[in-house]
């Protein structure tokens, strides 16, 4: 896959599925049509890979979470376009509740038809909270078409993180979010 992207193979995204709940193999070469074509190319692989990954903007599957590693380092790469329609999508992938969500609500007996999809969700949340230096390089770039979306991301962590303490009925206290890199407290 070139300079970008070595990692993608290490994957087994033939026993993955994606979003929809389709095979995942199909995710490596969106992967490199963003890292590797012209605009319009990666403009297109985006918005697919956005079906495939986080499909109305708030559904992830299992596949997510071992795709947000490749969205931040062609986030991160210096000559790879989209980088704001990328992170529009890993803004998404970030907020998304659905699964967790639907398993509260669904009430404890009946929770169990949901075990699998509130662990992607949050698994996919920590995969964005690890990209937090790539994003915050890029909130801090001179770019703004970089800049503004980055920022933006950075603002919707923060809001989340709130947001679910408060839901929870904890308040945030003296913890950190875990994404700040520091250890967590238990909760």
Known sequence: MGSLLKGVSGVRWGE?????????GGIPP???RIAYGDEGTAR???????????????????ATPSTVPFLLELVGAPYVPCKAELLDLLEGIYRTDNWHSSAAAAGRLK?????????????????????????????SSMCPEDAEPARKLLL??????????????????DRQPHWRGEPRDGT
């Open 30 to 32: 969106l992967l490199s």
């Open 111 to 139: 929770r169990t038809g949901f075990r699998e999809q509130p662990v992607w969700e949050s698994a996919s949340r920590e995969a964005v909270h690890a990209g937090r230096l790539v994003i915050e390089g890029l909130a």
């Open 156 to 173: 919707a962590r923060t809001r989340c993180r709130r947001s679910r303490t408060f839901e929870e009925g904890r308040p945030l206290g």
């Open 16 to 24: 993955l599925r994606d979003a929809r709940g389709l095979p995942a």
């Open 44 to 62: 297109l692989a985006v918005d697919e890979l956005g079906y495939r990954v986080c499909v109305l903007g708030f559904v992830v599957g299992e």
